[in-house]
């Protein structure tokens, strides 16, 4: 689970780019990855974020 505000932001903003990249037509496996990396976020996280159970 995501630990802090900031931690949160970046989650927010790396789930926002990945949907946007995802609509383009990428695959989300490597929407998610590449945004979690540019954010230095955890891609659980952030796929957590776009597909919440």
């Known amino acids: 689970m995501v630990k802090n505000e900031n ?3 970046k ?3 790396a ?3 990945a949907l946007t990249m995802i609509e383009e037509g990428i695959c989300i496996e490597i929407a ?3 945004v979690s990396e540019l ?3 955890n891609p659980k996280e ?3 974020f ?3 159970e």
């Open 11 to 13: 989650v927010i903003c």
């Open 39 to 41: 954010y230095q976020v």
């Open 50 to 52: 776009i597909q919440p």
């Open 7 to 9: 931690s949160v932001r």
């Open 32 to 34: 998610v990855k590449e």
């Open 15 to 17: 789930a926002s780019q």
């Open 46 to 48: 952030v796929l957590e």
